[in-house]
C-alpha cells in the first residue's frame, strides 16, 4: 500500500485518482465508464468518486460526456493528457506491485486475485440484495414498532 500511494504522489496523484485513472486506461470500451459502473469496481460511493474526478478534471486528466444514447447518463473518460499519464505510470506501479508481491508463488498469487475477485463481486452482490431488500421493505410499509 505504502508503494503503491508513492508511486501515486510521484506523479501528483493521490491513491484513489491513481486507482480511478489506471481503471480507466482499463476500459476497453472507448465510450468511457459511468460513474455507477466505476464506484462498482473501485468500491467507493458515488459521493466520494464525483469529489475524485472533480479533481481529475481540474487537472484536465479526465472529462465527463453525456451517454451518447441516454444523455443523462454521464461518462468518464481519459483525455490525451491522462492517457499519456497512466501510460507512463502504470509500468512502474505494476513492477512495483511484481516486486513487492515477489515472495509468493505464481499459483498462490492467481488464487489471491481469483478469492479477491469472488470477495469483490460478493460485497457488490450483497450490497445490491441489501438495497432491493430495504425498498421492498419500505415499499412494504417498513417495520413497525408496535408489532414488536
Known amino acids: 500500500m505504502r508503494e503503491s500511494r508513492a508511486i501515486a504522489t510521484r506523479w501528483g496523484l493521490t491513491l484513489p485518482q491513481f486507482d480511478v485513472l489506471a481503471e480507466l486506461a482499463r476500459d476497453t470500451n472507448p465510450g468511457g465508464f459511468t460513474f455507477a459502473h466505476l464506484s462498482r469496481l473501485l468500491l467507493v460511493t458515488s459521493g466520494n468518486l464525483t469529489g475524485i474526478v472533480d479533481r481529475l478534471e481540474e487537472q484536465e486528466l479526465v472529462r465527463r460526456e453525456p451517454d451518447k444514447k441516454d ?39 492467481a488464487q489471491l486475485c481469483s478469492l479477491l475477485g469472488q470477495l469483490r463481486d460478493g460485497l457488490h452482490d450483497g450490497a445490491q440484495h441489501k438495497r432491493r431488500g430495504a425498498k421492498a421493505l419500505s415499499e412494504a410499509g417498513g417495520l413497525r414498532s408496535d408489532r414488536h
Open 71 to 109: 444523455r443523462r447518463v454521464v461518462r468518464v473518460r481519459l483525455t490525451d493528457k491522462g492517457a499519456d499519464l497512466t501510460n507512463q505510470a502504470l509500468p512502474h506501479h505494476a513492477s512495483e506491485i511484481q516486486r513487492t508481491l515477489s515472495f509468493m508463488p505464481r499459483k498462490t498469487l
